[in-house]
C-alpha cells in the first residue's frame, strides 16, 4: 500500500500543472517533473543528481535560494519566494516558489519540495508597464494601501522637482498637497482605494523649490 501511494505521489507530482522541484538534503535535485522541464528546458534526466542552487539557480540569487533550502530543511517552510532559474537555452526565467519540507515515515526531514510558477511574463509585463508610465508625457503619480508614494514618473518629477528617490515611500497627500486640500485629495485617495475612480479632480502640488502647482487629476484604482 505504502508503495502504491508513493507511486500516486510520484505521477501527482510529474503531471502536475506546474514547474514542482526537489532536492534531498544534499541541496541535489530528486523531484523535475515535466512542467519543470518544460519551462526550463531540462530534463529529469538531465537534472537528477545535481546541485540545484550551483548549476540552475543565477549566481546572484544563489546565497538567497540556499537560505530558503536550509530553512526547509529545518522545517522553517517559505511561501512566495521568487527566484531566477537558468534555462538550457541559457534565458533567465523567473519562479514564484513555495519551499515545502519532504519528510519520511517518521517525520524526519529528508529533503524539500518547491511548487512554483512561472511568471515570467507577468515580469516582463509589469516592466513594461512600469516603461509606459516613466515615459509618459503626463505627470502620474500612485501611492499603495496606506497613501505612501509607490509611483512617480519622469514628467512628475520634471514639473514638481522632486525626483522619484526624493519621493518614494514618503505620504503624498502630507509632503506633497497644500494643506488646505489634503482632506479633499485624501478623500479621492480613499474612494479610488475602495474601487470608486475620480476624474478631473483638480488639486494643488506643493514643488520642491514651494511653489504651488494646480494638477488635474484622474484616481484610478490599482488591481
Known amino acids: 500500500a505504502r508503495i502504491a501511494q508513493e507511486q500516486e505521489y510520484s505521477r501527482l507530482i510529474d503531471t502536475a500543472n506546474a514547474p514542482i522541484f526537489g532536492v534531498d538534503i544534499d541541496g541535489n535535485v530528486n523531484v523535475w517533473n ?66 515545502t519540507s519532504r519528510k519520511d515515515a517518521e517525520g524526519r526531514v529528508i529533503g524539500v519540495v518547491g511548487i512554483g510558477q512561472d511568471i515570467t511574463a507577468r515580469i516582463a509585463q509589469e516592466q513594461e508597464y512600469s516603461r509606459l508610465i516613466d515615459t509618459a508625457n503626463a505627470p502620474i503619480f500612485g501611492v499603495d494601501r496606506d497613501g505612501l508614494v509607490t509611483v512617480w514618473n519622469k514628467c512628475a518629477a ?66
Open 34 to 99: 515535466k512542467n519543470a522541464s518544460a519551462v526550463v528546458g531540462f530534463s529529469a534526466s538531465e537534472t537528477f543528481g545535481r546541485p540545484f542552487v550551483r548549476d540552475f539557480i543565477t549566481e546572484d540569487f544563489r546565497a538567497s535560494v540556499q537560505d530558503v533550502l536550509d530553512k526547509a530543511l529545518r522545517g522553517e517552510e517559505t511561501a512566495n519566494f521568487q527566484l531566477p532559474m537558468m534555462t538550457k537555452g541559457a534565458y533567465r526565467v523567473e519562479i514564484l516558489l513555495n519551499a
Open 158 to 223: 520634471n514639473i514638481s522637482g522632486y525626483s522619484s528617490e526624493d519621493t518614494m515611500g514618503h505620504p503624498l497627500v502630507n509632503e506633497f498637497i497644500t494643506e488646505d486640500f489634503r482632506q479633499s485629495v485624501q478623500e479621492v485617495l480613499d474612494k479610488a482605494l475602495r474601487g470608486e475612480e475620480d476624474s478631473n479632480f483638480a488639486f494643488p502640488l506643493v514643488t520642491k523649490d514651494g511653489h504651488r502647482l494646480e494638477i488635474l487629476l484622474n484616481a484610478t484604482s490599482r488591481r
